[in-house]
């Protein structure tokens, strides 16, 4: 069925561009040159999606777009709107996203990937959506074997991540740190268009502000003094593929002002080139931190946020899901039997009773280190509380009877796990760096937040 599109701008050329356009992508164009009009054709008409200009007749304050699109929402809730908007005006697009906004895009804009937009909200916010699918029916129709477990929670996010991966839609995924937020980023690119282009992974925290722009857009030999040859960026090397940001919460506001305006328009430029390039990917984030409260201290671009944030996908945490527990450690077992030619190894009942009550504040990469010391350690194939415990440092952390664990302050949980990496490691930044994850810049930064002094 061919989707009918409301176009609201008070440009004539810009109106009949835009229907021209739809009606070359296979859309249904219907046009308004001010609100009234607009207000007037949605009751007249039955409306998929609205594109709407923030500005009309001669003001410049956005505040009639922000009127209409208020006046839409409380007459059809659900409807999708994107919004157009000058690069200056940005912050008028913000207003609208909190308003209600589906998406927003920049004159002057791409045909491409304008029409793109505007399939992503039809299949994200359009009226009809299917029935969230159980797990056997996601693996049958879906590559998502890297991420085990049935618990409702993350079955929601899997259904959410069926959905949204064969768009081109950024998503932004939120957890706890060893959550598995990048095994997420692994299934969205290869169940997406894109799966056969590559998949950039770029640790935002380990790119030093001075080496931003080289980093993501690259350089050319000569640039500057170590630029012995052309390099290529990262954002151009993802190219007919997706770009992972992990880490989007450590990015400096300077290089923030630098990323936004790569991911409105996909084009930038190398170091010591003039020559503009373009380049086709998908941007999937990841983060362990709450950008919206970063955003309410300004140590995050509002506007950016709002760029990311388009879809969000939050990955439970192991505490919320421990009926997953057996099945993650059982198949790790397996893992660690075929890696290190072990035997036939199990855990004992009471050893499953001691994982199901422990609050794995480092999740599911905390409960895996766990199972694999005590397999490789212990020597026994019979994996019972006490050969767990014994390499779990299980003493670091509250245990069930003094905290309620659904509760426990995400601070609290990141000061006591680098405490731990820290003292496992003997002091050594890099090897606690690896074992929790993170870059060594990262590490340096969070061990400055908690006050915890590095050798």
Known sequence: MTATILVVDDDVSVTASLTLLLKQSGFRAVTAADPAAAIEALRREAIDLVVQDMNFSRSTTGEEGLALLREIRRAQPTLPVILITAWGSIGLAVEGMKAGASDFVTKPWDNERLVETLKTALSLFGRSRADEADRETLDRDFELSEILGRNAALVRVLNHVARVSRTDATVLITGESGTGKELLANSIHANSRRAEGPLVKVNMG???????????????????????????GYFEEADGGTIFLDEIAEVDRASQTKLLRVLQDQTFQRVGESQQRRSSFRVVAATNRNLSELV??????????YRLNLITLEMPPLRARKDDIPLIAA?????????????????????WRWLAAQPWPGNVRELKSCVERAALMSGS?????AELEAESGAGDFPTTERLDRDVLPLDQVE???????????????????ELLGLSRAALYRRLAKHGIEAP
Do not use: W
């Open 206 to 232: 380990a790119i030093a502000p001075s080496l931003f722009e080289s980093e993501m857009f690259g350089h050319v030999r000569g640039a500057f003094t170590d630029a012995r040859r052309d390099r290529v």
């Open 296 to 305: 309410a201290r300004g140590a995050f671009r509002e506007d950016l946020y």
């Open 331 to 351: 198949h790790h077992l397996r893992q660690i039997k075929e890696r290190y030619g072990l035997g036939e190894i199990n855990v004992a009942p009471d050893g």
């Open 381 to 385: 194939s019979l994996l019972g509380r």
């Open 415 to 433: 000061k006591v796990m680098i405490g731990r990496a820290m003292s496992q490691c003997t002091g050594n930044v890099t090897r606690a760096a």
